[in-house]
């Protein structure tokens, strides 16, 4: 059965980093398209970043660009958000996700699996 498990979360002061983890099980995610995205409390999920098959490519949302890095390691069949500068507006649950088609995707419907997500607090 295929798996999405997210981790890396936690408390962090505003300014500070986190790295999160998505750890692909089940299957080879090799040839799959990756995603990060959010969701804040009493907010729809929004997108933050994807990275095609190989890894060579990448694409952020405004709100992330310059501030979050998007990488993969396929071997390890693992996915990374690296997370910098953090704001108290960055709160919120971290989902990753898995597109079959190769290439980055935007959009939350063009994805296939899920993971349960990890929670990422931000003090001020």
């Known amino acids: 059965q295929e798996r999405l498990v997210e981790s890396g979360g936690g408390l962090v002061q505003a300014g500070g980093s986190l790295r999160l983890s998505c750890a692909a099980s089940?299957?080879?995610?090799?040839?799959?398209?990756m995603g990060w995205f959010r969701q804040a409390p009493g907010k729809e999920r929004e997108f933050l970043a994807t990275?095609?098959?190989?890894?060579?490519?990448?694409y952020y949302a405004d709100s992330v660009k310059g501030r979050f890095t998007i990488s993969r390691d396929n071997a390890k069949n693992t996915v990374y958000l690296q997370m910098n500068s953090l704001k108290p507006e960055d709160t919120a649950v971290y989902y990753c996700?898995?597109?079959?088609?190769?290439?980055?995707?935007?959009?939350?419907?063009?994805?296939?699996?899920w993971g349960q997500g990890t929670q990422v607090t931000v003090s001020s």
């Open positions: 990275i095609n098959w190989t890894g060579d490519s990448t």
């Open positions: 996700a898995a597109a079959r088609s190769g290439f980055g995707r935007l959009m939350q419907r063009e994805y296939d699996y």
């Open positions: 089940g299957r080879t995610f090799s040839t799959y398209a």
